[in-house]
């Protein structure tokens, strides 16, 4: 997070930055779609479904591997990705907490 001083922030919302922060492209929520809707090991057909570049795509796949989200597995001379459920889990408990706090808010007291 660079110069954003995130030791004035507490370790839950350091981890939500770091994660909405891989979650913030849109080829990247692509590339969790496609994996979420196939429900195996893609190997290789992410760049044809995507139409990006091998090396963009291969980036944003190393964001996705960083966080957690997916694991990729070498087979052969491709690596073949697919979502990580238990840290999909926790990705989704911690944003869900994170947007459950507005249920506490009372609608008519705000502007």
């Not at 080829?27 to 091998?54: F, H, M, S, W």
């Not at 957690?68 to 907490?97: A, L, M, V």
Request: charged share 20%; with cysteine; proline share 2%.
């Amino acid at each position: 997070m660079g110069l954003s001083k995130t030791e004035k922030f507490s370790e839950h919302q350091n981890e939500l930055a770091t994660m909405s922060k891989a979650l913030g492209h849109p080829a990247r929520i692509a590339i969790l779609e496609y994996l979420l809707k196939a429900n195996t090991c893609i190997c290789g057909d992410i760049v044809g479904e995507l139409g990006l570049a091998q090396a963009t795509v291969s980036q944003h796949l190393k964001e996705l591997k960083n966080l957690g989200i997916i694991k990729g597995n070498i087979e052969g001379t491709s690596t073949c990705y697919c979502i990580d459920s238990e840290k999909w889990e926790s990705i989704s408990d911690s944003f869900s907490q994170f947007f459950d706090q507005r249920a506490a808010c009372d609608p008519g007291g705000c502007c």
